[in-house]
Structure formats: structure tokens, C-alpha cells
């Protein structure tokens, strides 16, 4: 058996600070690592290029969607089993990467999220109360329940990347990502919640998140999805009762 090949994703944006420290430590674990610098205003595309991983560029600020759709077409080109995405600004902790794996190896083929649901008071209150809103909605839709849908950290299948459709109008990485776990859903894929620490290092740059606003955008594509499906409230249901697959280690 071929030895599991991987990439890791880093859409970046204005990453100057932390993105040198986030590529050394995720190149511990694989060569693939791709940044896709989505035109940033600093020196992200100088500081990458002293760096082993590949650089993909947009000429034009498009949105952490469009770079992760850019990512994702890269890592099937390279042949890889599986994609883990992370942000650049140093929130995910690269060392937590074998979690994701471990998770994946118990349950091939099936999309891994690393959940923030070790110390959670460490979040901005007003991030958690949105985030809280959304896994309502994004649950709600995707007829399961679902544990920190706004986390960009995840293991991505690449029989899941091939079957996306790049439709994403909406240029917010946080709409995006949401309207991922319900396609996914619908594609039969299941949802494996790794827990994990909230991080929020000291130097990073202002979190592109803007709670009012991309809550918003979240529950309009939501909205239209289930309006789709006649409200599915089978779904609703199903995502209020059942409980989500939590992994735990082995001890």
C-alpha cells in the first residue's frame, strides 16, 4: 500500500507577522504545504517565498473562499488522499495536526473538523454567541448536529474537494465554509469533531470575522437552502437530538 499522501492549505491574507512560523511547523508533517496569498497588503508573498511551500498568488483580493477553492484545485492536481486546511495567522496550532490524522485513520473518508471546545472562554464573547448561531442554522440544514462550524481547521477528503461545485459568490470564507458542511452533508459525509484549545495568539492581525455581519450572510444561504427543501424540519430535528460525533484518543 502507497504511503497516505496530504497537503496543507493555508489561505492567506495579510499574514506577514505569523505566516513563516505556521508553514515551518505544518512542514514537519508533509512537503505539500500551499499558501494561496490572496493579494495581501504586506510582505506575506515575500516572507512565503523564503520559504519551502508553494505560493499560489491572486492579483486581486478575492476572499478566503476563492483561495481556498484555488488550494483545493492545486491539491488534487497534486494527487493527494486528503487536505488540511488551516489559517495562517497562527489561531491553529499545526502541532494538533496528528489529531486530525489519528481521527481520519478511524474513520477514512469522512471530513474532519478540529473543534474549539477546550477552554472556550478564551473566545471573544460576542465570536462565541455567533458561532453558536450559526452551528444552530448550519446544523439545522445539514440535518445534523454540528460543533464550531466556523472552524477553518479541517481534514477534507479529496473524493469531498472533487465532488464541491466552485459556485461561491460570496467572497466570506466563513459563508463559505458553512456552505461546505451542508454540501457535504448531502453528499453522505459525516462530521468528526476533534476537540481542541481556543487559541488567540498575541501578535496575529485582526480576525477577518465580523460577527454581525457574516452571521447574517451564514443565515441568508442557509435560509435559501432549507427554503429549498421545503424548511426540512426533519433536519431540524435531527440536529437538535442527536449528538455530535465526538472523537476521543485511545488512552
Known sequence: MMPTQFAILIPAYNEATTISG????????????????????????SVVKQTPALLLEHSVNKGKASALLTGFQKAIELDVDYVITLD?????????????????DKNPGQLIIAARLKNRD???KARLLANKIADFWVGWAASCPISDSQSGFRLYPTGLLKKL??????PSGFVFESEVLIDAAA??????????????????????????FDISQITIMVAKKLLKK???LPGLVKSLIQKPIIFKEAK
Open 22 to 45: 505556521v508553514i515551518e511547523a505544518s512542514l514537519q508533517f508533509t512537503p505539500h504545504v500551499i499558501v494561496v496569498n490572496d493579494a495581501s497588503q504586506d510582505d506575506t508573498s
Open 187 to 212: 453528499n453522505g459525509y459525516q462530521f468528526i469533531f476533534v476537540p481542541i484549545a481556543s487559541c488567540y495568539p498575541d501578535i496575529r492581525r485582526a480576525s477577518h470575522f465580523r460577527p454581525g
Open 122 to 124: 478564551n473566545a471573544p
Open 165 to 170: 461545485k466552485p459556485h461561491s459568490t460570496n
Open 88 to 104: 495562517g495567522d497562527g489561531q491553529h496550532n499545526p502541532k494538533n495536526i496528528p489529531l486530525l490524522m489519528n481521527a481520519f
Open 230 to 232: 421545503g424548511l426540512n
